[in-house]
């Protein structure tokens, strides 16, 4: 089956543990205010390989990923192609290659389900701790990443937490607080990362001649970070 990829990254060290090859999947139905792929939104963009030519990609790799990296499908949202990344999955975890998913969360179902079968890691990101900021800021209801959570603890699945935070809406103690609690709830939750905010997309944006809505904000500064970072 034939997939459209926006890009690869050979060996990344920032999605997922270890050293892996990062596919980034084009095609993403959500508009979150954040985002720093916009190029990646369009669904009939990217470049259309089949699963066989990318697993070969990665699989050339293979030496690199050691007993902690693999290969992370990112986006775009990954999700709007499970089929296909069943398939390069299926593939992978045939050659011993370790697997990751990093989502939004915002759709299950049970083609997403027999994905997460074949799915060691996911990296799900929690964007906001209220359903009123979810509504404005990415396009869904928090409902459905807290549903899917209860579903990838339910399968007992491995779960990194990633949340991007940005100042003045969701940079408060409370906030990042309300994050690292669902590790109480959630004991899939392996770990949780806080990554700061940033405008390197902004020439995306301008380019693809699509308002950024978080121009105006500042960048999360390593202060913050650190700030929230510590005793937690
Ligand atoms: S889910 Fe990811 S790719 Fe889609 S809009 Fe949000 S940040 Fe961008």
Known sequence: MRGRIHSFQSLGTVDGPGLRAVVFMQGCPLRCACC??????????GKEMSAQELFEKIYRLRSYFGKDGGVTASGGE?????????????????????????????????KVEELLGLTDIVLLDYKY?????????????KARVDEFLEK???????VWIRHVVIPGLNDSEESVDMIY?????YNCIEKTELLPFRKLCLEKYHSLGVDFPLENIPEASEEL???LKKDR
């Open 129 to 141: 701790t209220n359903d009123a900021d979810y509504k404005v800021h990415v396009g869904m209801s």
């Open 78 to 110: 990954p999700l709007m192609q499970t089929e296909f990344l069943i398939e390069l999955f299926t593939l992978c975890k045939k050659a011993g290659i370790s697997t990751a998913l990093d989502t939004s969360g915002c759709v299950y179902n049970e």
């Open 36 to 45: 720093h792929n916009p190029d990646t939104w369009d669904m009939g963009g």
């Open 225 to 227: 970070m650190i700030r």
């Open 181 to 185: 609690a669902l590790r109480d709830k």
């Open 152 to 158: 990838l603890q339910r399968l007992g699945k491995r």
